[in-house]
């Protein structure tokens, strides 16, 4: 197979700088750079994109990246990071000329977040449309996080026009499936489908077009069953695809195959 892991995070393996919770999940792991990389070729995970979190994490994407082949950089402010970022010209213009980076190929993770409120809903909607702005003037697709914020999310998409993007670790419902889906936007699904126990989200995931769905890990986070309790990583992605093969009633191959497609055409990769 070739798939490609459309959203991990392995830019902080080791590292002392990026987002926080993230570096601790891969000190616990004693995982190592090379291992990672080497176990998801072998399970056919060819291609990489590391997403950044904030001003740093995206640095540190960019530099993880700049070196290594088949791995590319996602830059981006998440909405729980929004609070530090209003207000703070300084940094969002240090964000902004990360864009002109090499091997910077989308802007996110971003979006709306009202399940935890870690910054307040104004604030995720500035640095939401700041980024939308970014994206739309270099013509970059974004990567979204959205949960429990799609009434918010949809009007301030609409105000981009041709945005290009993929809803990062979708478990919503079919009517924003639908939504979603008539704007134009891919739908990355990971570990959570391995073992959610809600019926009504595998059968969301069933109705995903095979045209528009992203296979990811999200890595180190949301590790898929088998693996539960253990940190995630890229070669999960052949678990993932397995399921969502066995789920949907499709070949692997054919899945495999068409979601690769799907993740370079957004990404140009």
Known sequence: MNLVDSHCHIQSIGSKTGEANTKKHWAKSGFTVDGVIDRAKKQGVSKLICVGCDLE??????????????????????????????????????????????????????????????????????????????????????????????????????????????????????????????????????????????????????????DRLLLETDSPFLTPVPYRGTINEPSRVATVAAFMADLRGENLDDLAKITTSNARNLFKI
Request: net charge negative.
């Open 57 to 210: 994490d995206s640095q540190l994407a960019i530099n993880f990246v700049s070196d290594r082949q088949n791995v590319w950089a996602s830059i981006g402010l998440h909405p729980h990071e929004a609070k530090n970022y209003v207000d703070k010209p300084d940094l969002v213009e240090a964000f902004k000329a990360l864009v002109n980076q090499p091997k910077v190929i989308a802007i996110g993770e971003c979006g709306l977040d009202f399940f935890y409120n870690h910054s307040s809903s104004n604030d995720q909607l500035d640095i939401l449309k700041l980024q939308l702005d970014l994206a739309s003037k270099h013509n970059l697709p974004v990567i979204f996080h959205v949960r429990q914020a799609f009434t918010a999310f949809w009007p301030i998409l609409d105000q981009f026009k041709g945005i290009k993007g993929v809803l990062h670790s979708y478990t919503d419902d079919q009517a924003n499936l639908d939504k979603a889906l008539a704007r134009g936007l891919y739908i990355g699904v990971n570990g959570i489908s391995t073992f959610t126990k809600e019926q009504n989200q595998l059968n969301m995931y069933k109705q995903i077009p095979l």
